[in-house]
Nanobody
C-alpha cells in the first residue's frame, strides 16, 4: 500500500511563498500520478495541481493558481513538491496530496473527479492579508 506524508504547510502573509512536499513509500514516483487538492471552510474541494506518470510527466494547474504554483517530482527521493509563490488569502485551506498508480483515464480526469487511490493526511496553509 502506498503511504503519503504531507509537509510544508504553515502561515504566511499575502505575497509570500510556501513549498509543500508529498513523500511516498511503497511505490515509485516515476510511474505514479500525483495531485494536490485543497479545501477551505465552506467551500468545495478543488484540484490545484497534478503531475502524470512518465519521464517528466504532464501537468495540470487550476486556473486560479497557474503562473504562481509549480508542481515537480524528485524520483530519487520519491517526492512530489508544490512550490507556491505570490500566495493570496484565497489560497488558504487544507492541502492534501493524492496518488494513483497511473491515472488510467488521464490526469485531467483524475483531477476533475478526485479519482486517486491514496490520500495523504493534509497540511494547513493559511495566507493572511
Amino acid at each position: 500500500q502506498v503511504q503519503l506524508v504531507t509537509s510544508g504547510g504553515g502561515s504566511v502573509q499575502a505575497g509570500g511563498s510556501l513549498r509543500l512536499s508529498c513523500a511516498a513509500s511503497g511505490y515509485t514516483y516515476s510511474r505514479i500520478c500525483v495531485g494536490w487538492f485543497r479545501q477551505a471552510p465552506g467551500k468545495e474541494r478543488e484540484g490545484v495541481a497534478g503531475i502524470g506518470p512518465g519521464a517528466g510527466g504532464s501537468t495540470y494547474y487550476a486556473d486560479s493558481v497557474e503562473g504562481r504554483f509549480t508542481i515537480s517530482r524528485d524520483n530519487y527521493k520519491n517526492t512530489v513538491s508544490l512550490q507556491m509563490n505570490s500566495l493570496k488569502p484565497e489560497d488558504t485551506g487544507m492541502y492534501h496530496c493524492a496518488a494513483d498508480p497511473i491515472c488510467a483515464r488521464g490526469l485531467w480526469y483524475s483531477m476533475m473527479k478526485a479519482d486517486f487511490s491514496y490520500w495523504g493526511q493534509g497540511t494547513q496553509v493559511t495566507v493572511s492579508s
